[in-house]
């Protein structure tokens, strides 16, 4: 934390607005860094829908949420943003020279501009209906991965049947002291193909899976040493472990935004049609986050709202130099920002 991170702008939000911003920012010469509570890029077309069709992005007939994260994730290469994954911002303050923000990691950024496009609010996970969850979180029971390095040789519990929980269960493997994956039911809801990987570490002896429900934590000072679960026949056992990583989805929060000081109407954050800027200067709102007459929530009005906020944030990064239109088509200075000349 004691590194602080300068930069031309901030993107609170890697969903589709927040990836689409960088390629704006990028033609106008500003650098991004883009950082997001989720461990991956794509926003809500990437946790709630990446096998759903979308048919109204423009030019693409029809486009999943997960491809069209990946064709704007290889869109934005040439800007060479920096991506934050698995952090959320908490804190946003005014400095002499711009803004300070802070995540929840620690990780500390100073910028001229800020761009929210934090859509419906960060991806919170759900809490287990555990008593007295909460005295372990952040020592032994964790909601996401930051860093695998954290539970080297450490006894892991791994909790859900979905992808996330199937994906860790993999890569901690490797990792892990031992690995015991829990879920209350055979059947999964993660890719078939995770699942077969899966089934032949259970079958090889690297990792144990027990058919249950965690329905009691044990341990002591914030240190877990042991869960009940209880199997579907009701009967119980004691699994001990030093760390629990409970996977039971996402649900979308307001969260941190509420706290800086932005004007707010019913949770969105009112912005001006011709620069999408917030009531402080050099913070803009785009996407899904944002409010104003006529507004729809739609990728594509983002992607718009996107180039109009760029045209002023190069005013605050270069207020000596002049903007001048140019087509990506026939700019041959666009084109070797692209990298295509
Ligand atoms: P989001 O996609 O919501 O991304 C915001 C990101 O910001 C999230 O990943 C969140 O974790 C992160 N974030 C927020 N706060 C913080 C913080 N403090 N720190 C770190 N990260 C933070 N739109 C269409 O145009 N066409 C469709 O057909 C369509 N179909 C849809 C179907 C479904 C089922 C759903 C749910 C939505 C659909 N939408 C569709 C809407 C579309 O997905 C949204 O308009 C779009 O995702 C908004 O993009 P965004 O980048 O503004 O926000």
């Known amino acids: 934390s004691e590194d602080v991170i300068k930069t031309d702008a901030v993107i609170i939000g890697a969903g589709p607005v927040g990836l689409f911003a960088v390629f704006e920012l990028g033609l106008v010469d500003v650098k991004a860094h883009v950082i997001d509570i989720l461990d991956r890029p794509g926003g809500q077309c990437a946790e709630l829908y990446p096998e759903k069709p979308i048919y ?14 990946d064709r704007l994730m290889e869109q934005i290469k040439p800007f060479g943003a ?3 994954f698995s952090e959320r911002v908490e804190t946003l303050e005014k400095t002499d020279e711009g803004y300070r923000l802070v995540t929840d990691a620690g990780t500390t950024f100073e910028c001229k501009v800020v761009v929210i496009a934090a859509g419906g609010g960060s991806f919170t996970p759900k809490r287990p209906p555990l008593p007295g969850i909460e005295q372990y979180e952040g020592t032994s029971v964790f909601y996401s991965v930051r860093k695998m390095d954290a539970f080297r040789d450490k006894d892991v519990l791994i909790v859900g049947g979905g992808d ?58 914030a240190q877990l040493t042991g869960v009940t679960v ?34 707010l109407e019913e949770n969105l954050v009112p912005v001006d049609t011709e620069k999408f800027e917030t009531s402080e200067k050099g913070i803009f ?8 007459p006529g507004k ?19 005013k ?18 666009l084109q070797k920002k692209l990298g295509v000349k």
Do not use: C
């Not at 570490?201 to 341990?219: A, P, W």
């Not at 270069?318 to 087509?327: A, G, M, R, S, T």
């Open 230 to 263: 209880k199997r579907p026949d009701g009967s119980t056992f004691e699994q001990p472990t030093e760390v629990m990583l409970p996977f039971f989805g996402l649900t979308m929060k307001l969260g941190p935004v509420a706290n800086w000081g932005l004007n």
């Open 296 to 314: 729809l929530k739609l990728i594509l009005s983002g992607f718009h709202e996107a180039a109009l906020m760029a045209q002023q944030a190069h």
């Open 82 to 84: 920096e991506f934050h």
């Open 164 to 221: 996330s929980a199937l994906d860790w269960t993999l890569n901690l493997q490797p990792v892990a002291k031992s690995l015991t994956l829990v879920h209350r039911r055979q059947e999964f809801r993660a890719a078939p193909a995770s699942v077969q990987k899966m089934l032949e570490l259970v079958d090889s002896g690297n990792i144990s899976f027990k058919l249950g429900q965690v329905t009691e934590l044990h341990g002591d000072n």
């Open 285 to 292: 709102a785009i996407g899904d986050i944002n409010a104003y």
């Open 56 to 69: 109204d992005v423009p030019a693409l007939a029809i486009v999943t949420g997960q491809e069209l994260t």
């Open 316 to 333: 605050y990064v270069h207020p000596d130099k002049k903007l001048i239109f140019q087509y990506t088509t026939s700019s041959s200075n």
